[in-house]
């Protein structure tokens, strides 16, 4: 048998794969701009890792840090334990409460344990925790836009007695609220809702109750805003958009916000493993981005799995630029 030269069977192989390289279909990726962690998951994280560094493992943590599979997985990795409540913490190893905020009772009850318990609840939600209180010390009842059961929605509640808050999640909940006392009236929203369906609630509740008493703006939080502002920019544009993200509620707003702004075909993916791409095909611009919760890794992970398969050319649509930084608990500060 006479066997062709290897260099001539390379040259062949790589010609193959010219051919296969050039028969790519195009496709044009729409980068959203800001897209992916805000200044309060990124101080979240960093406050697990350094309670980790400082404290030894393993650190608890009470409930998912934040809402992203591959966040969680990483600080297990490094020494975290999630755990559903304090019930699941040993008083001999500190614990930390997520970005999403907490009741009163979940400090109260670390410190009558005599726990290290550290705070990683994002200041912007914190804000609306101080709100709340200081409408119900002024005597108002205060009506909370939000999500029920959604860990934010609970951490806010809890910050002032039972029956204290009512919460409202859309406009038809607006238009049916009964409320005790309409002169004595507040309203706060939870920090990552859709922006426009929260002024539509938001002009329901004034116009219902005009001397209500709120935030100039609402309180969705610049993160959302903006991330919800770049999707808006280039929803229209796209054939297809991916949400990369878990199962967060800013996230899921972002879809909503894609279909709404003229890319019906819209969807959450975890990451590139988790690609359809049958749903992809016939699509020659899809738009990118990614939640609140989601690492930018995961992002050009999606980014290279589209480089596999298709001709990829990336266009970056920055609607704003982020600075925000939120300093760390003093006693994690070296
Ligand atoms: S999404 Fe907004 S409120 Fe939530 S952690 Fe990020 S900055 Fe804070």
């Given at each position: 048998?006479?066997?062709?030269?290897?260099?001539?069977?390379?040259?062949?192989?790589?010609?193959?794969?010219?051919?296969?390289?050039?028969?790519?279909?195009?496709?044009?990726?729409?980068?959203?701009?800001?897209?992916?962690?805000?200044?309060?998951?990124?101080?979240?994280?960093?406050?697990?890792?350094?309670?980790?560094?400082?404290?030894?493992?393993?650190?608890?943590?009470?409930?998912?840090?934040?809402?992203?599979?591959?966040?969680?997985?990483?600080?297990?990795?490094?020494?975290?334990?999630?755990?559903?409540?304090?019930?699941?913490?040993?008083?001999?190893?500190?614990?930390?409460?997520?970005?999403?905020?907490?009741?009163?009772?979940?400090?109260?009850?670390?410190?009558?344990?005599?726990?290290?318990?550290?705070?990683?609840?994002?200041?912007?939600?914190?804000?609306?925790?101080?709100?709340?209180?200081?409408?119900?010390?002024?005597?108002?009842?205060?009506?909370?836009?939000?999500?029920?059961?959604?860990?934010?929605?609970?951490?806010?509640?809890?910050?002032?007695?039972?029956?204290?808050?009512?919460?409202?999640?859309?406009?038809?909940?607006?238009?049916?609220?009964?409320?005790?006392?309409?002169?004595?009236?507040?309203?706060?929203?939870?920090?990552?809702?859709?922006?426009?369906?929260?002024?539509?609630?938001?002009?329901?509740?004034?116009?219902?109750?005009?001397?209500?008493?709120?935030?100039?703006?609402?309180?969705i939080c610049y993160a959302t805003s903006n991330r919800q502002a770049a999707v808006k920019a280039i929803a229209r544009h796209c054939d297809a958009l991916v949400v990369i993200a878990s199962d967060s509620s800013n996230s899921v707003r972002l879809v909503e916000v894609a279909v709404h702004y003229g890319c019906p075909k819209s969807r959450l993916v975890q990451r590139a493993a988790d690609m359809d791409w049958?749903?992809?095909?016939?699509?020659?611009?899809?738009?990118?981005?990614?939640?609140?919760?989601?690492?930018?890794?995961?992002?050009?992970?999606?980014?290279?799995?589209?480089?596999?398969?298709?001709?990829?050319?990336?266009?970056?649509?920055?609607?704003?630029?982020?600075?925000?930084?939120?300093?760390?608990?003093?006693?994690?500060?070296?």
């Open positions: 048998m006479v066997r062709e030269p290897a260099s001539e069977r390379a040259g062949i192989r790589a010609e193959r794969f010219l051919m296969i390289e050039t028969h790519k279909t195009p496709l044009t990726i729409l980068l959203a701009s800001p897209r992916g962690f805000c200044a309060g998951v990124d101080r979240a994280i960093q406050i697990v890792e350094r309670a980790i560094a400082r404290y030894g493992r393993p650190v608890y943590v009470r409930h998912e840090i934040v809402h992203n599979r591959c966040v969680v997985e990483g600080l297990e990795a490094k020494g975290a334990i999630f755990v559903g409540e304090l019930d699941g913490v040993p008083d001999d190893r500190p614990v930390v409460f997520s970005a999403h905020g907490v009741p009163k009772a979940v400090p109260a009850e670390a410190a009558r344990r005599n726990l290290i318990f550290i705070d990683a609840t994002c200041p912007l939600v914190s804000k609306v925790h101080r709100e709340a209180e200081r409408h119900h010390e002024c005597g108002r009842t205060v009506v909370l836009i939000g999500h029920a059961g959604h860990p934010e929605v609970i951490g806010t509640m809890g910050q002032l007695p039972a029956g204290a808050v009512l919460l409202v999640k859309d406009v038809a909940e607006a238009e049916a609220l009964d409320v005790p006392d309409p002169h004595n009236l507040a309203y706060a929203t939870q920090t990552t809702l859709s922006v426009d369906d929260t002024i539509e609630i938001v002009a329901i509740l004034r116009r219902r109750f005009p001397a209500i008493e709120g935030p100039k703006l609402e309180d049958n749903w992809l095909v016939g699509a020659g611009r899809l738009g990118i981005t990614a939640g609140a919760s989601a690492p930018e890794l995961l992002v050009d992970e999606l980014v290279a799995a589209c480089r596999e398969r298709f001709d990829v050319a990336v266009e970056e649509v920055r609607t704003t630029e982020e600075s925000v930084v939120f300093k760390l608990p003093r006693t994690l500060v070296a």
